[in-house]
T-cell receptor, first 112, second 114 residues
Framework: QKEVEQNSGPLSVPEGAIASLNCTYS??????FFWYRQYSGKSPELIMS????GDKEDGRFTAQLNKASQYVSLLIRDSQPSDSATYLC????????????FGKGTKLSVIP | GAGVSQSPSNKVTEKGKDVELRCDPI?????LYWYRQSLGQGLEFLIY????????KSGLPSDRFSAERTGGSVSTLTIQRTQQEDSAVYLC????????????FGSGTRLTVV
């Protein structure tokens, strides 16, 4: 059973701070990793993807991957109230796999 | 189309009735996925299509659930004899086949069984 674990939160950070969201996964053969943002009542929106160990930056977002530790994280710099949402971690297994396994999400609240 | 389109956006049905949910994927996306999200729960995989074929139906919760895809495009998820536990948001997503890209989700159908 492939599992993706996230702290459900809520995680509260003040406006302008760095928000750190974490995810662990059980399938050591996983190769593709994604972060989705889901506003209340809306569908998930892909915001980051990462495939290799290390950091990947896109604007205020940085995804970090450590395959040895089976750990992926998302950092949001200069957090804004508009970043308040649930963040879903998703993992795809090895080559040829198609299904994404999602964590239950971490709810982030950015306090003005 | 520009995005994944789902209809209806909301559906209220009486217990025991059949419902059909429709998904129109992004043009050119060969892979199509159905997920279900219950209140406060994570995304539950239901079924995957590659073209018109469904290699993996293992996520369908019971034989009351079925899905088809025609012309490598539009997909329909059918739930027969609906039960209250079927109430959830049904999300459709599409992608370029077995790619490394993530999915693009539609806006979902909120199903309420009363």
């Amino acid at each position: 059973q492939k599992e993706v674990e996230q702290n459900s939160g809520p995680l509260s950070v003040p406006e302008g701070a760095i928000a750190s969201l974490n995810c662990t996964y059980s399938d050591r053969g996983s190769q593709s990793f994604f972060w989705y943002r889901q506003y209340s009542g809306k569908s998930p929106e892909l915001i980051m993807s990462i495939y290799s160990n290390g950091d990947k930056e896109d604007g205020r977002f940085t995804a970090q991957l450590n395959k040895a530790s089976q750990y992926v994280s998302l950092l949001i710099r200069d957090s804004q109230p508009s970043d308040s949402a649930t963040y879903l971690c998703a993992v795809r297994a090895g080559a040829g796999s198609y299904q994404l396994t999602f964590g239950k999400g971490t709810k982030l609240s950015v306090i003005p | 189309g520009a995005g994944v389109s789902q209809s209806p956006s909301n559906k209220v049905t009486e217990k025991g009735k059949d419902v059909e949910l429709r998904c129109d994927p992004i043009s050119g996306h060969t892979a199509l996925y159905w997920y279900r999200q219950s209140l406060g729960q994570g995304l539950e995989f239901l079924i995957y299509f590659q073209g018109n074929s469904a290699p993996d139906k293992s996520g369908l919760p019971s034989d009351r659930f079925s899905a088809e895809r025609t012309g490598g495009s539009v997909s329909t998820l059918t739930i027969q004899r609906t039960q209250q536990e079927d109430s959830a948001v049904y999300l459709c997503a599409s992608s370029f086949g077995r790619s490394n890209y993530g999915y693009t989700f539609g806006s979902g159908t909120r199903l309420t069984v009363v």
